[in-house]
């Protein structure tokens, strides 16, 4: 199913969880936004995602990188997943980085 139109009705879904799919979608604010959409309001959204890596040195790699990288993987491994929540207004209830500050385990919703 397309991740940017659910076919799900509003508010199905107590906890929606996504991994590593960010960096994929053609418009990752659709997508959250659509996950907002099926979550309650109550409920949470888990997201496991990478991004830019919050080691300066690590990042400038990645955004020398990642025109390559999306053309031969469909992969933007430089998107910040954590300004992509708050461009859709999403509350984040916990964040934690991990792996060179790559990896974002997030915990966020409404």
């Known amino acids: 199913m397309d991740a940017e139109s659910l076919a799900f009705p509003d508010r199905s879904f107590d906890t929606v969880v ?3 799919t960010l960096c994929t979608f053609s418009d990752p604010l659709a997508a959250l936004n659509e996950m907002a959409r099926v979550c ?3 409920g949470r959204i888990l997201l ?3 991004g830019r890596s919050s080691h300066e040195w690590l990042g400038r790699w990645q955004d020398r990188k990642a025109k390559g990288h999306a053309e031969i993987l ?4 430089n998107r910040e997943p954590l300004n992509l929540i708050q461009q859709v207004g999403l509350k984040v209830y916990s964040i934690r980085r991990i792996f060179f500050g790559i ?5 966020t919703g409404q």
């Open 74 to 77: 469909g992969c933007h491994w």
């Open 18 to 20: 996504s991994s590593l």
């Open 40 to 42: 309650r309001k109550d």
């Open 48 to 50: 496991l995602e990478h």
């Open 103 to 107: 990896f974002h385990l997030i915990e």
